[in-house]
């Protein structure tokens, strides 16, 4: 793309004070490494949906080729199956067991399971760490998670990474799975943390850079962003890192329209999806910090499709995530300086909050605790401060010809030649820097001691000095 000039980024950002608040919740596949692709193909899974009178019916079946006592899920961020699924037979029923912490389905009368149906809520249901299971459009489509109802029989163990999975609609309905349209039924293979896969009769807007089903009922704002924006923000993460390869992205944004207050967007491998489950956006789309929210939510989520490995995951576990998630926001900043000049101002100001919401975080939990004491949205804050630093001190120490875009190729080339995701490699890649003082403020700044860790996020972000 020629007019993508890449020295106009400004990243230099100074800072100003005001709130704001959070996306409810955003989730990417990163937290997830490729398992082996091994397992026996010992359980079918056939989800079906039909429409009697105006309403819909979501039906899963599982198949087991071999009769099992119990069936486990391999996700499981709460317990709302237990409410959500209703078992066709009275003598299925799932339970949450809470020493495994997972939910099971069982028979109560103690029968081996060979064939169980449930059916599915298939409205908008929040999970805190999960992607959601539905995300419905205003105009009756439906856009399901796959890796929602990956089964296994007895328990699911690390080598359970291969599902069946077929699907049938109603004959006036379509199915858009990998960027294809198709009728009727449909049959695949999933692993890892599967997809997202529409249902309904809207047909998806084909471009050159993207397959996208944007809901018609949300405001002509907010389309117009995701038909203009989305693409322009590919262009320029495609010229700052690596175009992607292979198939063309995904991109799903549903409103449900209903009494909530919820936003969720997420990424997938090739897949990016947002939902708003709310129904102000009509009066929310003519504010400007709302406009500037969303500008940035999505492309925060544009920036994770360019990150390295997008199947093998860019940080090690959960505890990391500030790699994944702070690059995604600092690009985010990079990106909207660079395509909207009058959101400097803005980033400016979320670039503060991040390090006011950063350091009081740090007063409670320490970055790797952060994920299991429900502050993840440090990993945001902190590893944008943390970005930004090196970002300066690479510009620094190379006199502007390398930036954190040029450490980022090297962590894709990296993990695609056979190195491990993770902050260990992404630190040796910072090394040929000779930046002893950043590396030690990154180390303090993941460190266990909450003085040493808030010492560590001051230094950073006035990092280069
Ligand atoms: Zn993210």
Redesign the pocket.
């Given at each position: 793309m020629n007019w993508l000039n890449i020295t106009k980024i400004k990243t230099a950002i100074s800072m100003t004070l005001a709130l704001l608040a959070y996306f409810n919740a955003?989730?990417?596949w990163?937290n997830s490494q490729a398992h082996n692709d091994s397992s026996p193909a010992n359980i079918l899974i056939k989800v079906e949906k039909s429409t009697a009178d105006t309403s819909e019916k979501w039906v899963v079946t599982y198949t087991l080729t071999t009769p099992a006592k119990t069936l486990a899920f391999v996700r499981n961020p709460d317990t709302s199956r237990t409410t959500r699924w209703f078992a066709q037979d009275n003598d299925i029923e799932i339970i949450f067991d809470d020493t495994k912490h997972q939910e099971l389905v069982r028979s109560k009368s103690g029968k081996p399971l060979s064939t169980v149906s449930f059916f599915l809520t298939p409205t908008y249901k929040h999970l805190g760490k999960d992607y959601a299971p539905f995300s419905p459009f205003s105009d009756g489509g439906n856009a399901f998670h796959s890796g929602r109802l990956f089964a296994c029989a007895n328990t699911c163990t690390e080598e359970d990474n291969k599902w069946h999975l077929t699907l049938n609609v109603p004959s006036d309905e379509h199915i858009l799975l990998n960027g294809k349209v198709m009728k009727s039924s449909v049959s695949w293979t999933d692993n890892n943390d599967g997809r997202v896969v529409y249902v309904g009769k809207q047909q998806p807007i084909i471009t050159d850079d993207v397959v996208a089903l944007i809901d018609p009922g949300l405001p002509e704002s907010i389309k117009a962003s995701l038909e203009e924006d989305i693409p322009n923000m590919m262009a320029f993460f495609s010229h700052s890192l690596n175009p992607l390869k292979g198939e063309k992205p995904m991109l799903f944004a549903s409103y449900a329209n209903v009494d909530d207050h919820s936003t969720q967007?997420?990424?997938l491998p090739n897949q990016i999806f947002m939902h708003w489950n709310r129904q102000d956006l009509n009066e929310q789309a003519k504010n400007s910090s709302f406009v500037n929210q969303t500008l940035w939510f999505f492309a925060?989520?544009v920036a994770?499709l360019y990150q390295p490995g997008s199947t093998e995951g860019v940080s090690e576990n959960e505890d990391q995530s500030w790699l994944?998630?702070g690059n995604?926001?600092y690009f985010a900043a990079i990106a909207m300086n660079f395509l909207y000049e009058d959101a400097n101002s803005y980033v400016e100001s979320r670039m503060t909050r991040a390090f006011e919401s950063c350091t009081e975080g740090l007063a409670q939990t320490t970055l790797a605790r952060a994920y299991k004491n429900g502050h993840f949205n440090l990993y945001?804050s902190c590893g944008m401060i943390m970005h930004r630093a090196i970002d300066s001190v690479v510009q620094q120490k190379t006199l502007g010809e390398e930036s954190l875009f040029t450490v980022w190729k090297r962590l894709q080339k990296a993990v695609n030649n056979g190195m491990p995701p993770g902050t260990a490699t992404f630190l040796t890649l910072l090394e040929p820097y000779n930046a002893p003082e950043l590396i030690k403020a990154i180390n303090n700044a993941t460190s266990d001691h909450a003085f040493k860790a808030i010492q560590g996020i001051e230094t950073l972000y006035q990092l280069p000095g």
């Open positions: 955003e989730i990417a990163a967007g997420g990424t925060h989520e994770h994944h998630e995604a926001d945001y």
